[in-house]
């Protein structure tokens, strides 16, 4: 099943999507909408693609039709932490939960559910597609009766019509949402929304904006900063958004997927946890942690910043880079038995387990880290505020040593917490600084050459 990941991409898709929605369900974010007027309960088509964060924790809802408290019609990416993605509807006994699994927090899935109740043949009446594939092999199948209504497009009381959640206070979804949409009174397969790339074969979004979206159809593109729950339909659909702002708009998209940092590589068990879309690392009290980048590369130059958010102690975090052929993660980059370099915030320098330097400038709360990786020329330098930190490190050696790719990430210790800028940031930054193809939003000038670590740049520089 062709995905879009951080090492399988296209230089050039035809139809690029500029942003999607970053959503926390630490901060409970979601949208949500009341129908003013009754749609078509037989017949409609949902479709969005995904980037998930979390992996194995609860329930996950991607759209539903709820009251505060009655569970009704829902799609979601985790049904009870089983990282299956399902479609349910309790009130007309439907429940196509695939046999697959969907683990990977490193790829942008795209999503295609549909409901026709009018159709003869039961398995004709819900249908699901998943990266452009019908899903046909299911752990629980059941099929509602011919013509009967359900929940979704349903308007009663206070049924709304909610984006990452179910209620509005519970069941949030954790990751990333892009060119989601809602058909109302027309089933589609995912030819209306995707097609697959003729070179590459991967699957790929087209534009949306000349379908008929129906009474309650919508088009959310999150591409309005100040509204982001803005319809581009021209339906005027609008949903009112819930502990989102400006600095959930993400650049990390289906169309060019940055990299953010891996649940699956901890360094430690219980070191550690991520959110904000896996790009706030917060270390557990007592622990180390390294955490890495979902891309590793093995040619180019590359460049990523950090910011320390709350260091704990002067000694407790770090950035740099660590070789992906490490089965355990040291609890400080460039520490133990780590092969990488890491640069610490009381000013020293670990490489390959050895401190070769204590003379780079130390950091604290607030400084960024930058993190220039030229990987064609072995060598790694350190920025700290848009200024050198340092001389230029030679890492030929941890290349030799492991001869693999290479992995930008950061370490912490004690609930300190660290933020990664891939090139869109999870906190606010006025710096406005690209890339030489204008991919990226960092506080200092890219040093000449180095790009953000995205799939577009990858398919052209890695």
């Not at 502990?243 to 990390?252: A, E, H, M, P």
């Amino acid at each position: 099943m062709p995905l879009i990941l951080g090492t399988n991409s296209i230089k050039d898709t035809g139809f690029n999507v500029a942003n999607s929605l970053r959503f926390n369900d630490g901060s409970s974010d979601h949208l949500n909408r009341t129908p003013s007027s009754s749609g078509n309960r037989k017949t409609w088509t949902w479709s969005s693609w995904v980037k998930k964060s979390t992996i194995g924790s609860g329930y996950q809802f991607l759209f539903s039709c709820t009251d505060a408290s009655t569970s009704t019609g829902s799609i979601g990416t985790n049904y009870d932490g089983d990282n299956k993605i399902y479609f349910r509807d309790d009130l007309i006994s439907l429940n196509l939960t695939p046999n697959a699994v969907h683990r990977d927090t490193s790829a942008w899935y795209h999503i295609v559910v549909a409901l026709d109740t009018t159709q003869a043949t039961a398995s004709n009446r819900a249908k699901m597609w998943i990266n452009g594939t019908q899903v046909t092999s299911f752990s629980t199948e059941t099929y509602p009766n011919q013509n009967t209504d359900g929940s979704i497009n349903l308007v009663s009381g206070s049924y709304q019509h909610r984006i990452a959640t179910y209620s509005g206070s519970s069941n949030f979804f954790d990751g990333y949402l892009a060119e989601t949409v809602f058909i109302d009174g027309t089933a589609l397969d995912p030819t209306s929304f995707g097609e697959f790339d003729e070179d590459t074969g991967i699957w790929k979004p087209i534009d949306v904006s000349g379908l008929t979206f129906g009474t309650n159809g919508f088009y959310l593109d999150f591409e309005n900063s100040g509204s982001l729950g803005a319809d581009v339909s021209g339906n005027g659909n609008n949903f009112t958004v819930n502990n989102l702002t400006s600095i959930d708009q993400s650049t990390d998209t289906c169309t060019n997927n940055f990299a953010t940092l891996n649940p699956l590589q901890m360094a430690q068990t219980n070191a550690g946890s991520l959110s904000e879309g896996n790009l706030k690392l917060t270390a557990n009290s007592g622990n180390w942690t390294t955490q890495i980048s979902t891309i590793a590369v093995s040619s180019g130059k590359w460049f990523a910043q950090c910011k320390a958010i709350s260091l704990s102690d002067v000694d407790f975090g770090g950035v740099g880079v660590v070789s992906a052929n490490q089965s355990t993660l040291a609890g400080l980059i460039g520490q133990g038995t780590t092969i990488g370099v890491g640069y610490h915030s009381p000013g020293s320098l670990y490489q390959n387990n050895n401190i070769t330097s204590s003379y780079f400038p130390s950091f604290t709360n607030g400084d960024i880290i930058g993190v220039a990786l030229d990987l064609d020329n072995e060598t790694l330098q350190f920025y700290k505020n848009g200024s050198t930190a340092g001389s230029q490190i030679d890492i030929s050696s941890m290349i030799a040593t492991s001869n693999y790719p290479v992995h930008i990430g950061c370490s912490g210790h004690s609930s300190s917490t660290l933020e990664m800028n891939y090139g869109s940031p999870p906190y606010s930054e006025s710096g406005g600084n690209s890339d030489g193809n204008g991919y990226g939003n960092f506080s200092m000038s890219v040093p000449s050459g180095y790009y953000a670590l995205n799939t577009k740049n990858l398919a052209e520089y890695g």
